[in-house]
C-alpha cells in the first residue's frame, strides 16, 4: 500500500513539473505588422533657429514573433518612397518631400526601404505609470547602412498581439546623411540642419 501510495505521488508530481515546464517554453506565435494603424511621424530640425519640419512615412510590412507575452524577434520595415512633410502646404511642402527622397538626404530611388530589426528587449526597472517599461534594441538599416540602436517603448501585449510606442531621436550622420550637417561641412552658417532626427512611432501587429 505503502509502494502504491509513492508511486502516485510521484506521478503526480512528474505531471505538475511538466505542466510546469510546459508553461515557460509556449512555442513563439507570429503577428503580422498592421500597417494601416500604425504610424510613424518624423521630425527635423535647423540648429540655429526653433524652426522645424514635420512629417510622416509609412510602413510596408513587419511581423513579430511573441512567446509568453515577450518579444522574441521582429522587424518592420520602412516605405522611404512614402515620406511626407505636413507643415508646408502646397508645392514648396512637394518640393521639401522630394529633396529628402533625392540624394542629398535618403536617396529613396536607390534604397526605397529602411528595415528595423529587434535584437533585444530589456523590461525597465520600475516604469513610471503610462511610460516606457521596456528598452528595445535593434539594427536600423538606411541607404544600405546598419547602425545598432535603443530607445525606450512602452509595449502593451494583447490577442492581437502587441501595441508599442516609442519616441526618440537618431543622429542622421551615422547613415551617411549629412546634408547642410555642421559637423562635416563648416561654411553651412544659419542653414545648418541638425543631425537629430526626432522619431514617435505606434506600432500595432494582428493576427495572421
Known amino acids: 500500500m505503502k509502494s502504491f501510495a509513492r508511486k502516485a505521488i510521484l506521478l503526480v508530481s512528474s505531471a505538475l513539473l511538466t505542466i510546469n515546464l510546459s508553461s515557460f517554453n509556449t512555442e513563439p506565435l507570429t503577428?503580422?505588422?498592421?500597417?494601416?494603424?500604425?504610424?510613424?511621424?518624423?521630425?527635423?530640425?535647423?540648429?540655429?533657429?526653433?524652426?522645424?519640419h514635420v512629417g510622416t512615412i509609412g510602413l510596408s510590412g513587419g511581423k513579430i514573433r511573441i512567446a509568453d507575452q515577450e518579444i522574441v524577434s521582429g522587424f518592420f520595415d520602412i516605405d522611404m518612397k512614402s515620406i511626407r512633410n505636413l507643415d508646408i502646404p502646397d508645392g514648396a511642402g512637394k518640393d521639401l518631400e522630394n529633396h529628402l527622397m533625392s540624394d542629398d538626404f535618403f536617396s529613396v530611388d536607390k534604397f526605397p526601404t529602411a528595415h528595423f530589426e529587434i535584437t533585444k528587449t530589456e523590461k525597465i526597472k520600475d516604469p513610471q505609470p503610462g511610460g516606457p517599461n521596456y528598452d528595445v534594441t535593434g539594427d536600423l538599416t538606411i541607404k544600405g547602412v546598419k547602425n545598432n540602436l535603443t530607445f525606450p517603448?512602452?509595449?502593451?501585449?494583447?490577442n492581437d498581439g502587441l501595441e508599442a510606442k516609442a519616441k526618440f531621436k537618431f543622429d542622421r550622420t551615422k547613415w551617411n546623411v549629412r546634408y547642410n550637417s555642421g559637423k562635416f561641412f563648416s561654411d553651412v552658417g544659419d542653414g545648418a540642419i541638425s543631425d537629430a532626427i526626432g522619431i514617435e512611432i505606434?506600432?500595432?501587429t494582428s493576427k495572421n
Open 153 to 158: 517603448a512602452l509595449i502593451k501585449f494583447s
Open 31 to 52: 503577428y503580422n505588422v498592421n500597417i494601416e494603424k500604425s504610424t510613424l511621424n518624423w521630425t527635423g530640425y535647423y540648429l540655429f533657429s526653433f524652426s522645424e
Open 202 to 204: 505606434l506600432l500595432m
